[in-house]
């Protein structure tokens, strides 16, 4: 194939116009339903952070048992720490899944359990600081077989 | 699962797990009816009376509850954890820590 300026320039637009197509608005639209989502939820704003991690296996043989592990970091004094942590799987039938309950001093802000997922989806936690703050994470999980619920 | 003892303002692990079908109400028998839903909805763990940890669980949490957790080791104490289950039954057990 020769290289020439239509070749260049026809394939650079098709390549752009691939790329704009295929990434920003599935990437703007992922963002936006998580945030819409939760905005619904608890009509309060808020914040992606990397304070927050939820890990989750990104791919699962069964969605009756997914096991998710979420860590907060946070001094866990009483000025600074996490009160609380929620997480929704929006795909389920009922999406709360679960709340977590932390005090100062005593609780570590990290817990591991296991989930159903009925559907591959985003599962999304949302931290509550003491400062009134809320973080939030998300985690794609897509399930092989869906857990029924 | 708890450690027997630990070091003072160490950090350990707690591992709780109960056996319990967990039963999501959403799901209908071979006559198409709707099978009530029993699942555990609160654990709660105490140390030395005060609560350190609570989980409020949903119908999404997996059968037979697996949580884990860490706590800070701040004195000898008991460490009480309780499920409480559709109907208000409890379930509890009990594990004295000592902290040296």
């Known amino acids: 194939m020769s290289l020439t300026r239509r070749h260049m320039l026809t394939s650079t637009?098709?390549?752009?116009?691939?790329?704009?197509?295929?990434?920003?608005?599935?990437?703007?639209r992922g963002a936006?339903?998580?945030?819409?989502?939760?905005?619904?939820?608890?009509?309060?704003?808020?914040?992606?952070?990397?304070?927050?991690?939820?890990?989750?296996?990104?791919?699962?043989?069964?969605?009756?048992?997914?096991?998710?592990?979420?860590?907060?970091?946070?001094?866990?004094?009483?000025?600074?720490h996490v009160k609380s942590v929620r997480v929704f799987a929006?795909?389920?039938?009922?999406?709360?899944?679960?709340?977590f309950h932390f005090v100062?001093?005593?609780?570590?802000?990290?817990?591991s359990?296991?989930?159903?997922?009925?559907?591959?989806?985003?599962?999304?936690?949302?931290?509550e600081m003491s400062d009134g703050s809320l973080l939030m994470a998300k985690a794609w999980v897509a399930v092989a077989t869906n857990g029924c619920l | 699962?708890?450690?027997?003892?630990?070091?003072?303002?160490?950090?350990?692990?707690?591992?709780?797990?109960?056996?319990?079908?967990?039963?999501?109400?959403?799901?209908?028998d071979s006559t198409g009816k709707t099978i009530p839903r029993k699942i555990i909805?609160?654990?709660?763990?105490?140390y030395g009376g005060l609560e350190v940890f609570r989980a409020d669980l949903h119908e999404a949490v997996s059968a037979n509850p697996f949580l884990e957790f860490n706590?800070?080791?701040t004195e000898n104490g008991r460490l009480e954890f309780s499920w409480r289950e559709d109907g208000g039954a409890t379930y509890s057990l009990f594990h004295d820590i000592v902290v040296t």
């Not at chain 1, 989930?115 to 936690?125: D, E, F, G, K, S």
């Open chain 1, 13 to 28: 637009i098709g390549t752009v116009a691939c790329a704009v197509a295929l990434l920003t608005p599935k990437r703007a």
């Open chain 1, 32 to 80: 936006d339903e998580v945030e819409d989502f939760l905005w619904r939820l608890t009509g309060r704003k808020a914040t992606p952070s990397n304070r927050l991690r939820l890990v989750m296996p990104a791919e699962f043989p069964t969605g009756y048992t997914v096991p998710m592990s979420i860590t907060v970091d946070s001094p866990m004094t009483e000025a600074d």
């Open chain 1, 90 to 99: 929006p795909k389920n039938p009922l999406v709360e899944v679960v709340q």
């Open chain 1, 104 to 111: 100062p001093g005593r609780s570590l802000s990290s817990v």
């Open chain 1, 113 to 127: 359990t296991r989930v159903r997922l009925a559907a591959p989806q985003h599962v999304v936690a949302l931290a």
């Open chain 2, 1 to 28: 699962m708890v450690p027997g003892s630990v070091a003072k303002n160490d950090v350990f692990t707690v591992k709780a797990i109960i056996q319990h079908q967990m039963e999501t109400g959403l799901r209908t």
């Open chain 2, 41 to 46: 909805n609160q654990f709660v763990c105490r």
């Open chain 2, 71 to 73: 706590l800070r080791a």
